[in-house]
């Protein structure tokens, strides 16, 4: 029995393992997509499912069938251009799919806002803007190129339009085969005349130039101007501002384009024989006392000066006769060509760094050419007067010229203080006197008091050595008047006193020794030794 228990026990059967569950599907999600933009991702999920219904582990491998349209990577997906493709996940040759639509908006239309425009001066410039649309309707982001039909006329950068020339151009601006345009016109319009030169000085045939200019200061080429001669009894003009000069006079030219106009001043010189003939050329005139003063430039420019002569010819009165004649003109002139005109007939020459004169004689002494450009004309006006007074008092005083040249200077460098006028050397007179003592050309004093008018003079072109005489008859001047203060006052006395035709220098030359008692050499060294003293 116990060896039938044996047998039946080994008869017992086994049951086999299960096999291992397979790999029944590959699931994607989201199983469709849509990417719109150029490089926008999206992430797929690959989920493995097994024949035993389980979730598997098991990793997968992603490809695209058209990478050109988009790509993956550990199932994000990227979009490279417009299309669809399908993206594949595989688990042991199991697979899933999504389908990737790639739809990129397009560039639909540009459109360029103003879409025309006008500019009116050549470098005037304008800003168009651009507006991108896209296929979906958006508005897009692009930058446009921009470019012009005929940069001659109107150039472009980034929208801005610059105005080069009258004509028309068309703006483009571009996005890819896409673009919109605008139509720009070029086309100045006068903002204002140009006439030069504006005030001129004339002695025959001359040519004004005139243009038409836009607002930004460009010459309008086709712009018609008309030109008319304000006064053409002096000056004519033609219809291409070439002037003609009629007569001796202040003349105005006037030129016009449209509603604009310029005009220029024409001073002519025509015909002149005498000092009296440039008198048209002086329109203001103000009266101080006898004395006129006449202005090439304002009416204010003449009446400031007429108060300057007014004081100054007061105090000559006082101190020298006043027999002569009792009226004094000065012509004040800014122009260096009335200077040279005068010349001809009354010595008027201007003299180079120097705000001095040569006096016209003409007639009886009583006209003076006067630079006017001097904001203080004190200077020359004593000058001036103080000759008329001495010429007057002294019909012989050409003979002994040291004394009107130092003694006018000398009271001109000097001050009106009250009713008196302090004399003094001028600045110019000391740097004078300082070149020519170390230059060594200064002229023995007995040589200078002696010296007649014809040498005195000599070489006045030149500011060495007459500037240097000059100078050093100021200088005497000075030091008579500092050392011995009761000489010039004497002197003046005696010429009042003296019929002017007997007046001589050597009664000058005595009343200075007698009242110094020193002869003229020794005054020479004295004189020189306090001149060296003084600084400009």
């Given at each position: 029995?116990?060896?039938?228990?044996?047998c039946?026990?080994?008869?017992?059967?086994?049951?086999?393992?299960?096999?291992?569950?397979?790999?029944?599907?590959?699931?994607?999600?989201?199983?469709?997509?849509?990417?719109?933009?150029?490089?926008?991702?999206?992430?797929?999920?690959?989920?493995?499912?097994?024949?035993?219904?389980?979730?598997?582990?098991?990793?997968?491998?992603?490809?695209?069938?058209?990478?050109?349209?988009?790509?993956?990577?550990?199932?994000?997906?990227?979009?490279?251009?417009?299309?669809?493709?399908?993206?594949?996940?595989?688990?042991?040759?199991?697979?899933?799919?999504?389908?990737?639509?790639?739809?990129?908006?397009?560039?639909?239309?540009?459109?360029?806002?103003?879409?025309?425009?006008?500019?009116?001066?050549?470098?005037?410039?304008?800003?168009?803007?651009?507006?991108?649309?896209?296929?979906?309707g958006?508005?897009?982001?692009?930058?446009?190129?921009?470019?012009?039909?005929?940069?001659?006329?109107?150039?472009?950068?980034?929208?801005?339009?610059?105005?080069?020339?009258?004509?028309?151009?068309?703006?483009?601006?571009?996005?890819?085969?896409?673009?919109?345009t605008?139509?720009?016109?070029?086309?100045?319009?006068?903002?204002?005349?140009?006439?030069?030169?504006?005030?001129?000085?004339?002695?025959?045939?001359?040519?004004?130039?005139?243009?038409?200019?836009?607002?930004?200061?460009?010459?309008?080429?086709?712009?018609?101007?008309?030109?008319?001669?304000?006064?053409?009894?002096?000056?004519?003009v033609?219809?291409?501002g070439?002037?003609?000069?009629?007569?001796?006079?202040?003349?105005r030219?006037?030129?016009?384009?449209?509603?604009?106009?310029?005009?220029?001043?024409?001073?002519?010189?025509?015909?002149?024989?005498?000092l009296?003939?440039?008198?048209?050329?002086?329109?203001?005139?103000?009266a101080?006392?006898?004395?006129?003063?006449?202005s090439?430039?304002?009416?204010s420019?003449?009446?400031?000066?007429?108060?300057?002569?007014?004081?100054?010819?007061?105090?000559?009165?006082?101190?020298?006769?006043?027999?002569?004649?009792?009226?004094?003109?000065?012509?004040?002139?800014?122009?260096?060509?009335?200077?040279?005109?005068?010349?001809?007939?009354?010595?008027?020459?201007?003299i180079?760094?120097?705000?001095?004169?040569?006096?016209?004689?003409?007639?009886?002494?009583t006209?003076?050419?006067?630079p006017?450009?001097?904001p203080?004309?004190?200077?020359?006006?004593?000058?001036?007067?103080?000759?008329?007074?001495?010429?007057?008092?002294?019909?012989?005083?050409?003979?002994?010229?040291?004394?009107?040249?130092?003694?006018?200077?000398?009271?001109?460098?000097?001050?009106?203080q009250?009713?008196?006028?302090?004399?003094?050397?001028?600045?110019?007179?000391?740097?004078?006197?300082?070149?020519?003592?170390?230059?060594?050309?200064?002229?023995?004093?007995?040589?200078?008091?002696?010296?007649?008018?014809?040498?005195?003079?000599?070489?006045?072109?030149?500011?060495?050595?007459?500037?240097?005489?000059?100078?050093?008859?100021?200088?005497f001047?000075?030091?008579?008047?500092?050392?011995?203060?009761?000489?010039?006052?004497?002197?003046?006395?005696?010429?009042?006193?003296?019929p002017?035709?007997?007046?001589?220098?050597?009664?000058l030359?005595?009343?200075?020794?007698?009242?110094?008692?020193?002869?003229?050499?020794?005054?020479?060294?004295?004189?020189?030794?306090?001149?060296?003293?003084?600084?400009?």
């Amino acid at each position: 029995m116990l060896g039938a228990l044996a047998c039946s026990g080994g008869d017992k059967a086994t049951t086999p393992d299960p096999p291992p569950p397979t790999i029944q599907s590959v699931v994607v999600t989201p199983s469709t997509a849509t990417l719109t933009a150029v490089g926008e991702t999206t992430t797929l999920a690959a989920q493995v499912r097994l024949s035993n219904g389980a979730v598997g582990t098991q990793s997968v491998t992603w490809s695209s069938a058209n990478t050109a349209v988009a790509t993956v990577s550990a199932g994000t997906v990227t979009a490279v251009s417009s299309g669809q493709t399908t993206i594949t996940a595989s688990a042991d040759g199991v697979t899933g799919q999504a389908a990737i639509t790639v739809a990129i908006p397009t560039v639909q239309t540009v459109s360029v806002s103003p879409s025309t425009a006008t500019l009116e001066s050549l470098g005037a410039t304008t800003v168009l803007t651009a507006e991108v649309r896209m296929s979906n309707g958006a508005l897009g982001t692009q930058t446009p190129t921009w470019s012009s039909s005929n940069p001659a006329i109107a150039t472009v950068n980034g929208g801005t339009v610059t105005a080069i020339a009258n004509g028309t151009a068309t703006i483009t601006a571009a996005v890819g085969a896409v673009s919109g345009t605008a139509t720009i016109t070029v086309s100045q319009v006068v903002a204002s005349v140009r006439l030069l030169p504006t005030d001129t000085l004339i002695r025959g045939a001359a040519q004004l130039r005139g243009a038409a200019l836009d607002a930004r200061g460009n010459v309008v080429t086709n712009a018609a101007l008309q030109w008319t001669a304000v006064t053409p009894n002096i000056t004519a003009v033609n219809s291409s501002g070439a002037l003609t000069p009629a007569s001796t006079g202040v003349a105005r030219v006037r030129v016009s384009a449209g509603n604009f106009s310029a005009t220029s001043i024409v001073r002519t010189i025509w015909n002149v024989t005498q000092l009296t003939d440039l008198v048209p050329l002086f329109e203001y005139s103000a009266a101080a006392g006898q004395r006129r003063a006449f202005s090439d430039v304002s009416q204010s420019h003449a009446d400031a000066r007429a108060s300057v002569m007014q004081p100054v010819w007061s105090y000559l009165t006082t101190i020298l006769p006043s027999g002569g004649s009792p009226v004094t003109e000065m012509y004040f002139t800014t122009w260096t060509e009335i200077w040279l005109e005068a010349s001809r007939f009354c010595g008027g020459v201007l003299i180079p760094n120097s705000d001095i004169y040569q006096a016209c004689t003409t007639p009886n002494w009583t006209h003076w050419l006067v630079p006017g450009t001097s904001p203080n004309d004190f200077v020359l006006i004593t000058r001036f007067l103080s000759r008329q007074f001495l010429l007057n008092s002294m019909t012989t005083v050409s003979a002994f010229p040291w004394f009107l040249a130092g003694y006018s200077q000398w009271l001109s460098g000097g001050t009106l203080q009250g009713s008196n006028i302090v004399g003094a050397p001028s600045r110019t007179a000391i740097v004078d006197f300082r070149n020519g003592d170390s230059l060594s050309v200064l002229a023995p004093l007995d040589t200078l008091v002696n010296m007649p008018n014809a040498r005195f003079f000599v070489g006045i072109e030149l500011r060495t050595p007459v500037a240097v005489r000059q100078a050093q008859a100021v200088m005497f001047v000075e030091y008579l008047n500092h050392q011995y203060p009761a000489i010039l006052p004497a002197i003046l006395a005696r010429i009042r006193a003296t019929p002017g035709t007997a007046f001589t220098n050597a009664m000058l030359l005595q009343e200075i020794t007698t009242r110094t008692g020193l002869t003229i050499a020794q005054l020479d060294a004295l004189y020189l030794a306090y001149a060296r003293t003084l600084r400009p």
